[in-house]
């Protein structure tokens, strides 16, 4: 079993910036696909960020620009850099992994979550 823990999340104003943090298995890190997604009150889970093993990196259009994902193999962790936050972007924001290098935008890819972190920002 994989386990992924976030971190990070909080309250902020519009404008403002949060880093969330995922730690993940070393394999993990280094090797497979992991993405972020989020989740808002009474709606689906959509695709924030995919990052493909080999590197390859796709952003949802409502966070291009603004949001940066990265890894850092020393500390096992996989990291959301989230700038000029917006109030649509409050959600419950989730880590996840799977057995591949290459990722998809369905969650139903998706084997392996963290338990989330809540991002509230507010106008």
């Known amino acids: 079993q994989v386990q992924l823990v976030e971190s990070g999340g909080g309250s902020v104003q519009a404008g403002g910036s949060l880093r969330l943090s995922c730690v993940a298995p070393?394999?993990?890190?280094?090797?497979?696909?992991m993405a972020w997604f989020r989740q808002a009150p009474g709606k689906g889970r959509e695709g924030v960020v995919i990052?493909?093993?080999?590197?390859?990196?796709s952003y949802a259009d409502s966070v291009q620009g603004r949001f940066t994902i990265s890894r850092d193999y020393a500390k096992n962790s996989l990291y959301l850099e989230m700038n000029r936050l917006k109030p649509e972007d409050s959600a419950m924001y989730y880590c996840?992994?799977?057995?591949?290098?290459?990722?998809?935008?369905?969650?139903?890819?998706?084997?392996?979550w963290g338990q989330g972190t809540q991002v509230t920002v507010s106008s």
């Open positions: 070393k394999n993990t890190v280094t090797g497979l696909c």
């Open positions: 990052n493909e093993g080999d590197g390859g990196t």
């Open positions: 996840a992994t799977t057995d591949f290098k290459r990722c998809d935008w369905s969650d139903g890819w998706y084997k392996y």
